[in-house]
């Protein structure tokens, strides 16, 4: 019963969205899979450029992993965050798609009007987005006390400045290392030429 209902969803959404169309049919009879969180689905490309649920039995050409911990970040529009996404398979089908699936909107007012009319419909529209806002703003503020909290008073996160320190110092040691090791090769060398003379 899900699927079949979760494809008319989609299916509107790119009739809503029919800028995505060209860009979509170029990958026609593609599958993508997405691990956002904990769920799991594979969308299909249709010949038409619309989206739909594909068989579980689908081979994904394409995966994009999105792990709990980013799903707010990329809510709330952190550019951090997107670059943290894991692509397996065609990375240029998951990136196209990545993009087009961020830039569809759902006119839900649209939707609203034909069943309790254009005013109402927009009052809820409003009312719904300055609700989104809000629990936006509020997880984006639950996240950075949270990191905060875990780099400050719990240390369970390594801050940015640390981690580069840290990078910093494994080079040189790295570097240092690699010195000491042509000296010694270098001294092993002139010990076995001055033991044959």
């Known amino acids: 019963m899900f699927k079949p209902l979760a494809t008319r969803f989609l299916q509107h959404l790119t009739n809503q969205n029919q800028w995505s169309k060209p860009y979509l049919t170029a990958f026609a009879g593609k599958v993508i899979q997405l691990n956002v969180a904990f769920v799991t689905t594979n969308l299909l490309i249709l010949e038409d450029g619309s989206l739909a649920i594909a068989g579980e039995t689908a081979t994904p050409d394409a995966i994009i992993h999105v792990p709990p911990s980013l799903a707010l970040g990329l809510l709330a529009k952190d550019e951090a965050a997107k670059m943290q996404i894991k692509i397996d398979g065609d990375a240029h089908l998951a990136s196209e798609i990545g993009k087009v699936l961020q830039h569809m909107r759902w006119d839900i007012e649209e939707d609203l009007s034909h069943i309790v009319g254009d005013i109402p419909a927009n009052k ?74």
Not at 147 to 156: L, N, R, S
């Open 124 to 197: 809820m529209s409003n009312l719904s987005k300055k609700a989104f806002f809000e629990i936006k703003k509020q997880s984006v503020n639950l996240t950075e006390m949270l990191a905060e909290y875990w780099q400050e008073e719990k240390p369970m996160l390594a801050k940015k400045r640390h981690v580069e320190q840290f990078n910093t110092e494994v080079d040189a040691l790295r570097s240092d290392v690699a010195r000491l090791e042509k000296r010694l090769t270098k001294f092993i060398k002139s010990l076995t030429e001055s033991s044959v003379n």
